[in-house]
């Protein structure tokens, strides 16, 4: 049998809000995971995705908005993390699948609003993860500074907004902004920040995106 390296496929269906860094985020992120030896397909059709989550070690859903999954990719989706496939979100996959709870369980949280788009900085908690472990405790970034509905629960946090840094944060001192967890069966990264196309040219910014598909692909 010919060795294949391992897929992943890079999901950005939008049917709501659609952010403008998505091609950036696109490109960036196939380049990325081509440098590390996979191979990477990148689509917007429901049906796509479900013929392509069997064939993938990692979903990765980049700024997805609103009810982007068929019931038969959502049973694509579900039987992928059981098998323990990994799975990967990169900012609004947070504003994504309102309607199925399972999704929520998935990501851990689910976005509820943001201030305007500023500086601010990121508390690094946890640098033993590849998504982190490049990072200073305090890693500057201008972003949108999510606030969840709810805090993430039985998830291993990786990094905090610092809300005293920026305007308008709305969960005070426990504000989540990265993580991951296993309790669906495959590995889960999540990463709220991502909302500008210049964030996709940042080496810094990259090399956390790295190591959370990485870490969601079994390679840590």
Do not use: N
């Not at 426990?174 to 309790?183: A, G, I, N």
Request: proline share 7%; hydrophobic share 40%.
């Amino acid at each position: 049998m010919p060795h294949h390296p391992p897929r992943v496929v890079l999901y950005s269906r939008t049917t709501a809000y659609r952010h403008d860094s998505i091609p950036a985020g696109v490109e960036a992120v196939g380049r990325l995971v081509a440098e590390d030896g996979f191979e990477s397909v990148a689509t917007e059709d429901p049906a796509a995705l479900e013929r392509e989550i069997p064939r993938c070690a990692v979903v990765v859903f980049l700024s997805t908005s609103g009810e982007v999954l068929t019931p038969a990719a959502r049973d694509a989706l579900r039987r992928h993390l059981a098998g323990g496939g990994g799975f990967v979100g990169i900012h609004a996959a947070a504003c994504t699948e309102y309607d199925w709870p399972y999704y929520g369980e998935l990501l851990g949280a689910r976005f509820a609003r943001h201030p305007d788009l500023q500086p601010g900085t990121v508390a690094v908690t946890d640098h033993a993860h590849p998504a982190t472990r490049h990072l200073d405790a305090r890693w500057d970034f201008t972003d949108e500074w999510y606030d969840f509905r709810a805090v993430p629960a039985g998830v291993r946090v990786l990094a905090r907004a610092h809300e005293s840094s920026y305007t308008g944060g709305g969960m005070g001192a426990d504000h989540p902004l990265v993580w991951c967890h296993e309790r669906m069966g495959g590995p889960v990264f999540y990463t709220a920040l991502g909302h500008t196309a210049e964030s996709f040219a940042d080496p810094v910014f990259l090399a956390h995106l790295r190591g959370g598909i990485r870490y969601a692909a079994g390679r840590e």
